[in-house]
Each structure stands twice: as structure tokens, then as C-alpha cells.
């Protein structure tokens, strides 16, 4: 059975960091890039931050730039979005995706989609 499962949102203070998870299973997670996407009440969701099927590449929108890593372990079947210095606009649902594409920032091409794991920056 085909499952992304992301977890490790919580509520955390202004300047604070997260660790974010994506487990995956039901499909081969080596052959897929993944993408770490948002939505904000009120807001269209957007691309966050994305990596590559091995690893060897990644992007970040310029929101997160300086303030993000994403990494992946496939031998685990999981990627991690880590979240430092966060500010109460980062404030949204985060949700994992896969794509056998490229690495990218928009929604077009990812299949497979987790149902979110909701982070609150507030202090």
C-alpha cells in the first residue's frame, strides 16, 4: 500500500527549529525525487524545498533559503526537511510529495502526496 507519511510539526517559538519527516513505502523511494511544499490558511500552496532521487541535488526556494536543509536516507525510506530560525510566517501545513521527475518547485509532476504535518511558529 502506497504511503507518505510526514511528521514532526509542532508549535514552536519565533527563532526556534523543526525537523520534519516524510516516511514513504508502496513505491521504490530511490527512483523519486521529493518535494517539501506548504499552504498557509488563506494561501495557495507553495514549493518549499525539493532533493533529488540520490541526493546530489537540491533546491530551496529563496523564503527558506539560509534557513533549511532538506536531506533524504534511502536506505530508510525517509526524507527530512529541517527547519531553523523559524518565523511566524513559516506558519503552515507541510506536506511531502514524490515525483519520478526532476527536482522542482512546483506542484506539476508529483503523484504521490502525504496529508501534512501542521507547523505553528507563535510565540
Known amino acids: 500500500q502506497l504511503q507518505i507519511v510526514e511528521s514532526g510539526g509542532a508549535l514552536v517559538q519565533p527563532g526556534g527549529s523543526l525537523r520534519l519527516s516524510c516516511a514513504v513505502s508502496?513505491?521504490?523511494?530511490?527512483?523519486?525525487?521529493i518535494g517539501w511544499f506548504r499552504q498557509a490558511p488563506g494561501k495557495e500552496r507553495e514549493g518549499v524545498s525539493c532533493?533529488?532521487?540520490?541526493?546530489?541535488?537540491?533546491m530551496s526556494a529563496d523564503f527558506v533559503k539560509g534557513r533549511s536543509t532538506i536531506f533524504r536516507d534511502n536506505a530508510e525510506n525517509t526524507a527530512y526537511l529541517q527547519l531553523d530560525n523559524l518565523e511566524p510566517e513559516d506558519t503552515a501545513v507541510y506536506y511531502c510529495?514524490?515525483?519520478?521527475?526532476?527536482?522542482?518547485?512546483?506542484?506539476?509532476?508529483?503523484?504521490?502526496w502525504g496529508q501534512g504535518t501542521q507547523v505553528t511558529v507563535s510565540s
Open positions: 508502496g513505491f521504490t523511494f530511490a527512483w523519486h525525487s
Open positions: 510529495a514524490a515525483t519520478p521527475d526532476s527536482c522542482g518547485l512546483v506542484e506539476k509532476g508529483y503523484i504521490f
Open positions: 532533493i533529488s532521487n540520490n541526493g546530489g541535488r537540491t
